[in-house]
């Protein structure tokens, strides 16, 4: 069987040359380190952990501890390290980085079916197939020639991402649907009805094409404004680099620059009239539908590099917001990465280049469990493929399934996301009326239960 190249010895790059030499496949793991680092490395070991040592939350109950936990049961060797060198750190899985790292390296270095070699790679390699998991700071040459391969308007250089928001947290007394200029408006008696279906039916969704519209009056938007110009805010790191696109301002830069240039940026009202009062808000945020079940929506414009404490005390602030359960909070960073919906096969393969694959932050995932499960999947794909197998995703229930379905998901403008419930569809039947906490703890155990019926069938470790 042909050797596999990987690039790239973060955390999806070792994962994905770990999964392929586990199935008998050779594979050629190429990585700069320690002949050159990126700008935010500051170790030699492989799959660094370059911001935080922690790997969130590791009850099942959230999105990213599920994921986790399916890893774990897959047999993945970032959960299987971090889990060998874990810290305490109440309920998330954080580890010593030096020991995790040391760890991660050692296992590349001694697996008989893994070959390191250590250079920079400025182009994409000849041979195929090949594995891209070269992160979210890409070295320019290698972004330079994806680029020239996909085209440079299918590839980011920045992502500037808005907080995401459960559609059952939301107060619907004082939220509606509706947009701009009257389409997809409902009545106010509509309106009432989604008052009174709170928990996330379906059968509150109102117009299909409506957005979900937050009125502040001028007294509430002047507070909301002056709160965002004082709120603390995340200092970019030295090898960012930060130029702000005018097109994906975070929202306090907006406020910095006047009072009103929110109100006639993502903020402005013309076009809608809130059916209680029938008049036009002084200002709105607009929410738009993320998934197709609608259990969850994004505040449109609102990217933003607020500390994630100052997000949730500012954000709800606005009318409609002030239980809202942040599914994502917001983000402005440098990060490489793809249009996956538009590039990618449902096996992570380049559709216009066959044979070269991408996997971790450069596909589109955040995150350093998103980034690992990337490489798991990328690697078992394709491993199924060269062995002439049946090639077989996990289920959409799953989390991993859900890494899948957020990378061939279509947007407006395709930004990287975590892990979050939205990337699984919702339950059926009873389980719609289930509280948050029960529906989520409903939504892991079915997750589980399709997973491990995939992994037997598959015959993965459980």
């Avoid at 994921?67 to 810290?87: C, H, M, P, Q, Y």
């Avoid at 509150?204 to 603390?232: H, M, R, S, T, W």
């Avoid at 998103?370 to 493929?385: I, M, R, T, W």
């Avoid at 529906?439 to 589980?448: F, G, T």
Wanted: hydrophobic content about 40%; proline content about 6%.
């Amino acid at each position: 069987m042909d050797e596999v190249v990987v690039v790239g010895a973060g955390l999806a790059g070792c994962e994905a040359a770990f999964q392929l030499a586990e199935r008998g496949i050779a594979v050629r793991l190429l990585e700069m380190k320690p002949l050159k680092r990126t700008p935010a490395q500051t170790s030699d070991h492989f799959a660094e952990l370059v911001c935080s040592n922690s790997m969130r939350g590791a009850a099942l109950g959230n999105a990213v501890g599920l994921l986790k936990e399916e890893l774990r049961r897959s047999g993945s060797i970032v959960l299987r390290n971090a889990d060998a060198t874990a810290v305490p750190a109440g309920g998330a899985l954080a580890v010593d980085r030096e020991r995790f790292g040391a760890a991660m390296t050692a296992a590349m270095e001694t697996h008989p079916r893994i070959r390191v070699e250590r250079r920079e790679v400025i182009e994409i390699p000849a041979e195929r197939p090949v594995i891209l998991a070269t992160g979210p700071l890409t070295s320019d040459g290698l972004a330079a020639d994806l680029a020239r391969l996909i085209g440079a308007e299918h590839l980011a250089y920045y992502d500037a991402i808005s907080p995401i928001v459960a559609t059952d947290s939301l107060d619907w007394s004082k939220v509606w649907k509706q947009s701009r200029y009257g389409k997809g408006a409902i009545s106010p008696g509509e309106n009432a009805i989604l008052a009174e279906l709170a928990d996330g039916d379906e059968s509150a969704e109102g117009g299909d094409e409506a957005y979900i519209n937050c009125p502040l009056d001028a007294v509430q938007y002047e507070n909301f404004v002056k709160a965002l110009v004082e709120a603390e805010k995340v200092p970019a790191r030295d090898f960012e680099q930060v130029r702000y696109f005018e097109g994906c301002l975070p929202c306090e830069v907006m406020a910095e620059r006047g009072r009103d240039t929110l109100s006639f940026g993502p903020m402005k009202p013309v076009g809608l009239t809130d059916p209680r009062t029938g008049l036009r808000p002084h200002a709105v945020i607009q929410l738009r539908q993320e998934d197709e079940a609608a259990t969850a929506y994004n505040l449109v414009g609102f990217q933003t590099r607020m500390k994630y404490a100052d997000q949730l005390r500012v954000f709800r602030t606005v009318p409609g917001l002030e239980q809202a359960e942040f599914m994502r909070m917001g983000s402005v960073h440098r990060n490489t990465f793809v249009n996956a919906p538009e590039l990618l096969s449902a096996s992570m393969e380049l559709r216009s280049a066959p044979g070269v694959y991408l996997a971790g932050q450069v596909s589109g995932v955040e995150g350093y469990v998103e980034s690992a499960a990337g490489g798991f999947l990328c690697a078992l794909l394709l491993a199924q493929k060269l062995r002439g197998e049946a090639v077989v995703p996990p289920p959409p229930t799953t989390a991993l399934g859900g890494i899948l379905t957020h990378l061939g998901r279509k947007q407006p403008r395709y930004q990287p996301s975590n892990i979050t419930w939205a990337h699984l569809p919702p339950l059926e039947g009873k389980g719609k009326r289930l509280k948050k906490r029960e529906r989520y703890d409903a939504m892991a155990e079915r997750a589980l239960r399709d997973g491990d019926a995939w992994r037997a069938l598959l015959g993965l470790s459980t």
